[in-house]
Structures are given as structure tokens and as C-alpha cells.
């Protein structure tokens, strides 16, 4: 799905079979850019999902679990510059998607 399809309150589900997600906490933390931004939901393979259990990700969602999106949201950073984030609820977090990880997903 491309994110021109997405809509504000949208359900939607992970479409392909092998891939799994997860909220990577650490993803802008390094960069330390944004002091309010949620942690990163990210879409990946579904063996990747073992190897992230290591660094402590112990929410995951499986393809057949429903997620909403809630719509886009722009946050600046210390230089002024403004990122645009997508935002998804899942299990009782939010956290943002990007745009490549968007083409695994259908509505619900």
C-alpha cells in the first residue's frame, strides 16, 4: 500500500506472511535529532524478529494482527528541521512507520 492510500483512523494488518513487527526503541536515540519522537515500527522478516528479542523488543505483531493508523504528525529538530512522521497504534504503543514498510501492509 502506498502511504497516499493511508487515512486517518485506517485499519490495517501486515499482508505478507513472513514478515513481522516490532518498535525499535533505539532508532532515534542515536541520533538524538528529535527529543519527542515515538520509537520506530518497523517491518522485517520474520527471522530478523528472533534476533531483535536480543536487544530487548518483546512486542511483535504477527500478520494477522490489526493495527490503526493515526495520521501523520511533523516534529522539528534541534536544527529547524522538520520531519514528518506517520503514526501507528499497535498492542497499546505508538509508534512511527516509514514509508518503505508501508508496502507490506492492506487495510483491514
Known amino acids: 500500500m502506498l502511504c497516499k492510500f493511508l487515512k486517518k483512523g485506517m485499519l490495517l494488518k501486515i499482508s ?11 532508532s532515534l ?7 519527542d519522537a515515538p520509537p520506530k515500527f518497523v517491518i522485517g522478516p520474520d527471522v530478523v524478529s528472533f534476533v531483535v528479542r536480543l536487544d530487548g523488543v518483546d512486542t511483535f505483531i504477527s500478520p494477522g494482527e490489526i493495527f490503526m493508523y493515526l495520521g501523520k504528525k511533523r516534529l522539528k529538530d534541534k ?12 498492542k497499546g504503543k505508538i509508534g512511527y512507520i516509514e514509508g518503505r514498510d508501508t508496502r ?5
Open 79 to 90: 536544527q529547524g528541521k522538520i520531519k514528518t512522521f506517520r503514526l501507528v497504534f499497535a
Open 16 to 26: 505478507n506472511p513472513e514478515k513481522r513487527g516490532w518498535f525499535r526503541t533505539e
Open 104 to 108: 507490506f501492509v492492506d487495510p483491514a
Open 29 to 35: 536515540k542515536k541520533h538524538k535529532r528529535f527529543s
